[in-house]
């Protein structure tokens, strides 16, 4: 007969797993922001401390409608339920905990609801001691808010999130004023972008502002208000009838909205470059309850590729979608059921356009455009006979425009494990000096010399030398070339 048997878990273990979930440093943050926001909050601190010992805090205060002592020991459990509300930011009752610790060792709550301060945390053992939360009294609020917000007071109503001694990105830096920079321009470009509609007053108005506070001297420093980055912010579409509603068919139709965007060509505003770039951020823009998920990408329905990068998708996900997306604990990651994918491929415009062929338009959109001059082909011109020079513009410009730059190929001492090197901005190939006489043959030197090498070489970096930029997967074809050419110019018989 089968009996049962409790069995807890191995709480030092578990510790350990529950700071592994694998948020990184900017959506941790703002996980705890989506609690501001749940919680009304009109404005938001989020601050960076540096401490003496070169080690950093941060914390995050708000004006929102605070907890009390009961709500607050709720909160700090993992898988609250301290609201059932389904319109909310948050969404398994783990967010605020797990982001905390996996970026510091402490996490401490204080908050207070009609002028009443109540304060708990987790401090660094106390999950593996068995779940311990430590308690504070109203003096042990008022003194730790005075350590870290003292110009900030949560009257009548408030919330601050203390995360003390960052493991992930606050320990042994020489110089943390100036780490502490680089984190407030990473935090500034991933929150401008994820709470950009509630930046601009849509649904409604939160203000968020960084700053850096020095536990030395006691002061912040001059705060940056967060602007807005809106991937939908151009002032005119790059294609007559975009943006366009697409409508989907089935169960689906009702749950969730899709519009689809076209941005204007070379536009160098802010939303349309993004950080990343541009061609990293076409596909599909996800939001939940006003809130950007996804950022680009288009979740394995089709490869990323620089003709379509003016072609973004707005799609708003209905309260209870979250299960059929397999949204994740960090609110960031979202799996495309098949019937979905299926229904985003068939959905079509009021006029008739489908996905395929809004694709199509957006691809046109971005050949026809007027090309930079940073993004005009490469040509080679000094280092060939000038008759090959002659014959490859005429070639060249049949396939690609009239225009172009001119690309100077030269022999130059590199590094023996390089057989070339590319200065795009520049215009120049250098081949490796070292080499030139295997390549030779015995033949006399000159400017022209080794044309088919030469040509052979400009034709198999061609995506190198016309990219908009030299992106991991560029550099690691180079690193290839590279190393395969070394090894094959040492068989190169010379006399």
């Known amino acids: 007969m089968s009996t049962t048997e409790r069995v807890p878990p191995n709480y030092r273990k578990l510790d350990v797993a529950l700071r592994s979930i694998g948020y990184s440093f900017e959506v941790a943050v703002a996980d705890v922001i989506d609690n501001s926001i749940d919680a009304n909050a009109k404005n938001v601190v989020v601050r960076l401390i540096t401490k003496r010992n070169g080690q950093l805090d941060l914390a995050i205060w708000d004006d929102g409608c605070g907890m009390s002592g009961k709500t607050l020991k709720e909160a700090m459990r993992f898988g609250a339920d301290v609201s059932r509300e389904i319109d909310r930011l948050g969404k398994f009752g783990l967010g605020l905990k797990l982001a905390s610790l996996s970026q510091a060792k402490e996490v401490r709550v204080l908050t207070a609801k009609d002028n009443k301060l109540s304060g708990r945390a987790w401090l660094e053992h106390g999950i593996a001691t068995g779940f311990v939360c430590t308690v504070f009294d109203t003096g042990e609020c008022k003194q730790l808010l005075a350590n870290v917000m003292p110009d900030r007071r949560l009257k009548p109503s408030g919330t601050v999130v203390w995360w003390s001694r960052l493991y992930r990105v606050g320990q042994n830096h ?209 280092g060939l006979p000038s008759e090959l020079k002659e014959f490859l513009h005429h070639e060249l410009r049949i396939k690609v425009t009239a225009k172009h730059r001119d690309l100077k190929i030269k022999w130059e001492d590199l590094d023996k494990e390089s057989f070339f090197d590319i200065d795009r901005d520049n215009g120049f190939l250098y081949l490796n000096r070292t080499y030139r006489r295997r390549l030779l043959h015995g033949l006399p030197a000159s400017s022209a010399d080794v044309p088919v090498v030469k040509c052979l070489l400009f034709l198999l ?3 190198a030398l016309s990219s908009e930029r030299m992106g991991p997967k560029i550099r690691e074809k180079l690193e290839l070339v590279n190393r395969i050419l070394v090894k094959a110019v040492k068989y190169e018989r010379y006399s």
């Open 461 to 463: 970096l061609d995506d």
């Open 174 to 382: 020489a110089n943390p004023e100036e780490h502490a920079q680089k984190l407030m321009r990473r935090l500034e470009n991933y929150l401008s972008l994820s709470f950009h509609r509630f930046l601009s007053g849509r649904p409604r108005k939160v203000n968020i502002k960084l700053d850096i506070f020095d536990r030395k001297f006691g002061k912040p420093g001059i705060p940056i208000d967060l602007d807005p980055l809106d991937p939908f912010g151009y002032e005119r579409s790059g294609q007559k009838g975009f943006p366009a509603t697409m409508f989907l068919d089935g169960g689906y139709r009702n749950r969730m909205s899709v519009k689809a965007h076209i941005w204007p060509p070379n536009s160098e505003v802010p939303g349309y470059k993004l950080p990343g770039g541009a061609n990293n951020r076409q596909g599909f823009y996800f939001y939940r309850h006003h809130r950007l998920i996804q950022g680009g990408g288009w979740n394995g329905i089709r490869e990323a590729e620089p003709h379509s990068s003016l072609a973004r998708v707005e799609i708003n996900m209905a309260s209870d979608f979250d299960v059929e997306v397999s949204l994740d604990v960090k609110k960031v990651e979202i799996q495309l059921p098949r019937a979905l994918v299926n229904s985003i491929q068939k959905a079509k415009t009021t006029s008739g356009v489908d996905f395929k062929k809004y694709l199509s338009i957006a691809d046109e959109t971005y050949r026809t455009r007027q090309m930079t001059e940073a993004e005009l082909p490469l040509i080679p011109s000094l």
